[in-house]
């Protein structure tokens, strides 16, 4: 599947079959994650791959109780390394870095076939304790990685003359 096709066909899925996931294709979902950009190449992220039944359970529900989530074959945590992000500037990139890292797998994962859903609804301390996160480091997100048991349509989007100017902000579109 092209880049452009799997992100058009990306859908938030909420339910899955108990089906395995290859290895080598998580893996492989993995390593586009660990291949994406980050500022100043700091790479302040980690991630973790959660397959174990009961904790998949204790982080579906440290997500607002979306137990949907643990019907998936893992649930992956993209966690923030604030002190490796800190640039010259001073500025945080680890949260766009993170998400950088976790929308390239999930489009890896819609590539492959896999059904994932972007959640950032979740207790950071709960998921914390849940995956022994280190109290300095930052949940950014989760999501499910698994067989989809359903195939939802596309949500509905604004307008492109909503989202886009021309030269300038609020410039207008064609």
Not at 27 to 36: A, D
Not at 67 to 93: C, F, H, K, N
Not at 117 to 134: H, N, Q, S, T, Y
Request: hydrophobic share 40%; aromatic share 8%.
């Amino acid at each position: 599947m092209e880049a452009i096709e799997a992100i058009l066909k990306r859908r938030s899925v909420r339910r899955y079959k108990p089906d395995p996931i290859p290895e080598e294709h998580l893996r492989r979902i993995l390593e586009c994650g660990r291949q994406s950009p980050s500022a100043g190449n700091r790479q302040p992220w980690h991630f973790v791959v959660t397959k174990d039944p009961e904790l998949k359970g204790q982080l579906a529900r440290a997500c607002n109780g979306q137990t949907w989530m643990a019907d998936a074959y893992v649930i992956l945590t993209g966690v923030g390394l604030p002190e490796v992000s800190r640039g010259s500037t001073g500025r945080l990139w680890y949260q766009v870095d993170v998400a950088i890292a976790m929308q390239d797998m999930i489009l890896a994962a819609t590539a492959l076939g896999y059904g994932t859903c972007w959640i950032g609804a979740f207790d950071e301390e709960e998921v914390k304790r849940v995956l022994e996160i280190p109290e300095e480091l930052a949940v950014v997100a989760l999501t499910p990685i698994g067989v989809p048991a359903e195939s939802p349509s596309p949500r509905p989007r604004k307008a492109p003359e909503e989202v886009f100017s021309e030269e300038k902000f609020g410039g207008g579109w064609r």
